[in-house]
C-alpha cells in the first residue's frame, strides 16, 4: 500500500499540507471516510481515517499503529558522482524503490556536471523530494536522506568507518567477494562518473583500509546502469552471504 509521510509526530488528529492533500486525492484516489497508512517523523506508521477533505487540506485520524516487519539490519548507502541531465534524478527514484538506506552525491574529477554552491543546494533539495515522491510509490516506512554534495575526500571522512566498495572497470576480483567479507557491516556502493574515475582517485580509495574494489563483470555500464546494477546486486549477495 502507498504511503504518505509527515514531517511531525502523529499524536492525534492531525491536517496534511496542500500537497499532500493533492497526493491523496489525485494519486492514491481517496475519498473522506478511507483509510490510508501515514508514517511520521519518529519512523512510526498509522493506519489513519480521512475524517474530512477539500480541495486544499485533509483531516486524518490515527486508527491503528502499523507493526512493521522489516528487519533491521546493516545499511547499505550509495555514493554516487553527480551525472548530467536527468540521470541523477532517475537514480535516486530507482535507489529509492530498491531499498538503499542513504544516498550520497559526489563530485569527482570527470564529472560532466559542475555544480556551484546554488545549484548544489537546489539540486538536493530537488532529490529529496524525488526520494520522497518514491518512498511514497513504493510503499517504504521511510525516506532515504540525500546528503549534501561531497568530494571523494568528504566521503571518507565521514563515511570511512564503514565497508566501501568501488567497482572499477579495471579490476578482476568478482563483487560477491566483497559481498561475503561486509555482509554484516554497513556499506558504501561508491560510484564513478561518465568518464569514469580518475587514476589518483581509486589510488586515494584504495588507501582506504575498509575499501575493496571489484568488477561488476565484463562489460563497461553506463554510471546509472553501475549504480543500480550494483546496489541490487549487492544487496542481494550480501543477504545470501550473511545467512
Not at 137 to 152: A, E, F, I, K, N
Request: proline share 4%.
Amino acid at each position: 500500500m502507498r504511503k504518505l509521510f509527515t514531517s511531525f509526530p502523529i499524536g492525534g488528529e492531525f491536517h496534511l499540507t496542500a500537497d499532500d492533500t493533492h497526493h491523496l486525492m489525485r494519486v492514491l484516489r481517496a475519498a473522506a471516510g478511507d483509510e490510508v497508512i501515514v508514517t511520521d517523523s519518529r519512523g512510526a506508521s498509522f493506519h489513519c481515517k480521512i475524517n474530512g477533505m477539500d480541495g486544499k487540506e485533509a483531516v486524518l485520524l490515527p486508527v491503528a499503529r502499523v507493526e512493521e516487519t522489516d528487519a533491521a539490519g546493516p545499511e547499505l548507502i550509495l555514493a554516487a558522482a553527480v551525472l548530467k541531465n536527468d540521470k541523477f534524478d532517475w537514480l535516486v527514484q530507482k535507489a529509492t524503490e530498491l531499498g538503499v538506506n542513504r544516498i550520497i552525491p559526489i563530485q569527482m574529477k570527470y564529472c560532466v556536471v559542475k555544480l556551484n554552491e546554488k545549484r548544489r543546494l537546489e539540486r538536493c533539495k530537488r532529490w529529496q523530494k524525488i526520494a520522497l515522491e518514491a518512498a511514497k510509490q513504493c510503499g517504504r516506512t521511510d525516506v532515504p536522506p540525500v546528503d549534501d554534495v561531497h568530494s571523494l575526500a568528504e566521503l571518507v571522512r565521514d563515511y570511512g568507518d564503514r565497508f566501501i566498495v568501488v567497482p572499477y572497470e579495471l579490476e578482476t576480483v568478482p563483487a560477491q567477494a566483497a559481498a561475503v567479507a561486509a555482509s554484516r557491516a554497513d556499506t558504501v556502493v561508491c560510484i564513478g562518473p561518465e568518464g569514469g574515475f580518475a587514476r589518483e582517485e581509486i589510488e586515494f580509495l584504495k588507501t582506504c583500509e575498509r575499501c575493496m574494489t571489484v568488477s561488476l563483470g565484463r562489460r563497461i555500464l553506463r554510471a546509472e546502469t553501475a549504480a543500480l546494477t550494483a546496489g541490487g546486486r549487492f544487496f542481494f549477495l550480501r543477504r545470501v552471504s550473511a545467512r
